[in-house]
């Protein structure tokens, strides 16, 4: 058994002895546990996908995240990194690691405030800890199914998997839109990025090609409600950011 098996056997012990593990919103994982867990899923993701050695687009993709993460001041180890897969997908793993798929690079065609909007999504849901609260609420369970009677894992990739494909709940999406509008705005970069780019799904869904978006982006469909809350979020967490700052300007130079 592998270090992540070992270490999922235990943690699916542990959710066994804890009678609120299931509850709401509960988060059995600590800081460095989820730092942990995301390390080791992380090099299971990268036995099973090819990451890019575009020198220009890895330095691309890892300097837009981490002028995300430096303007808004976020403390998690985070790591961006290129899947040469043509799906239009990115996601998350707890703890920090963040991966966007060569297609969904492709579908941006360049446009810079796209993907840091796509980057900034997935970093909000690292730094509110859905997948850990999935992970704590019901993935063990789906893990547990996957340990056989003498205790070992039998398909580490499946587990692997599971992290890959989380589906959030759509509570969650919104509120990963909300915060990830939020965190791309106080780095410098057009949050109507994100609207550019749920309006690119939402034609590659109308045009029946749904099927090249997969995994968390497929689970919520690019609806036109959904993109009229992101509008309208971008306009009130713009005044709001833009007002901080100001705030926060004024302060400095009293």
């Known amino acids: 058994m592998n270090r992540l098996a070992r270490w999922l056997v235990g943690m699916v012990a542990l959710g066994a002895v804890l009678p609120f593990a299931g509850c709401k919103g509960t988060n059995i994982l600590s800081k460095n546990e989820e ?14 996908y090819v990451v890019s050695r575009n020198p220009a687009d890895n330095a691309m993709i890892e300097s837009m995240g981490q002028r995300i993460v430096a303007a808004n001041q976020l403390d998690w180890p985070f790591t961006f990194k290129i899947l040469e897969d043509s ?28 993907i840091a909007c796509v980057l900034a999504h997935e970093i909000a849901h690292i730094t509110r800890r859905h997948a850990a609260k ?17 205790g070992a894992v ?15 709940s ?30 690119k799904l939402q034609r ?17 469909p690019m609806t036109g409600a959904r993109i009229e809350r992101a509008k309208k979020e971008i306009e009130r967490i713009s005044q709001e950011v833009t007002a901080e700052l100001e705030a926060q300007y004024a302060a400095r130079n009293r």
């Open 204 to 220: 590659l869904e109308k045009e029946g090609q749904g099927d090249v978006i997969t995994n968390n982006l497929r689970s919520h």
């Open 35 to 48: 730092i942990r867990l995301g390390r080791e899923v992380a090099e299971e993701v990268e036995k099973e």
């Open 134 to 150: 999935q992970y704590s609420q019901g993935v063990l369970a789906d893990i547990a199914i996957l340990i056989g009677t003498q």
């Open 154 to 168: 039998q398909d580490i990739a499946q587990i692997t998997s599971l992290f890959v494909s989380m589906r959030y």
């Open 170 to 199: 759509r509570d969650m999406e919104y509120e990963a839109d909300s915060y990830g509008i939020r965190y791309a705005f106080r780095a410098g970069y057009d949050p109507n990025g994100l609207i550019r780019f749920f309006t």
């Open 87 to 114: 799906q239009v997908n990115a996601f998350s793993l707890p703890g920090g690691p963040v991966y966007v798929y060569r297609g969904l690079i492709d579908l941006s065609e360049g446009d810079e405030d796209e």
